[in-house]
């Protein structure tokens, strides 16, 4: 296992269009995050699963935005009604709950909006 | 609400010089990470910090934590090329099962190292 991976890579799409963002963990990590990030900021967090369970949204989290982990395997975000607003990097990371809980994070996939 | 600043938010220095990165933040936390980021690339794990008094060290970097200050410090000694990049510092606050919820991160420090 090579670490987490994220797909597309790129995106781009017209305003008012659906799209939909896929990630892979690492095989082993029972915990999922999506985080977005804009030009010259850090990232902010949107959504977390521990296995297949949704356990927290963040105020960001739009209700255009929806993410699923159906079988706490792969995750996917989708977008619907794109706005300008949404181009961004989408991360995706992944961890185990032990002590340090430390993030990996995918290479993203980025997102523009016309 | 738990906010997270680092500074400075640029930093040009010369090969061979120490510098140090700053990241304060605002409640009470139970972890810092420190990340970093190379143009257009994703996030490389650099330190975990998990009690007060903390210290790591990764070659020419060292992190350290205080937590009664809500202070965290990335050290760079006799700073090298390879060593620009994009550095994170990111919080998480436990939740009550133990798990950690979403990192909350700095705006982070533009490195530029200049030969």
């Known amino acids: 296992d090579t670490g987490v991976s994220q797909n597309p890579r790129h995106k781009i799409t017209k305003r008012g269009q659906n799209v939909t963002f896929r990630c892979d963990p690492i095989s082993e990590h029972n915990r999922l995050y999506w985080y977005r990030q804009t030009l010259g900021q850090g990232p902010e967090f949107l959504t977390y699963f521990q296995n297949e369970a949704q356990l927290e949204k963040s105020r960001l989290l739009s209700d255009r935005f929806s993410a699923e982990r159906p079988k706490g395997s792969f995750s996917t975000l989708e977008i619907q009604r794109t706005e300008q607003g949404d181009s961004a990097m989408y991360l995706c990371a992944s961890s185990l709950v032990v002590v340090y809980n430390e993030q990996f994070f995918g290479p993203g996939t980025r997102l523009t909006v016309l | 609400e738990l906010k997270v600043e680092q500074n400075p938010l640029f930093l040009s220095m010369q090969e061979g010089k120490n510098y140090t990165i700053y990241c304060n933040y605002s409640t009470t936390s139970d972890r810092l990470y420190w990340y970093r980021q190379d143009p257009g690339k994703s996030l490389e794990s650099l330190f975990v910090?998990?009690?007060?008094?903390a210290v790591k060290q990764e070659g020419r970097l060292m992190a350290s934590l205080d937590t009664k200050a809500r202070l965290s410090t990335l050290h760079i000694t006799a700073a090298v090329h390879d060593l620009s990049a994009t550095y994170f510092c990111a919080v998480v606050i436990l939740s009550s099962g133990g798990g950690a919820d979403g990192l909350t991160f700095g705006k982070g420090t533009h490195l530029i190292i200049q030969p």
């Open positions: 910090l998990l009690s007060n008094g």
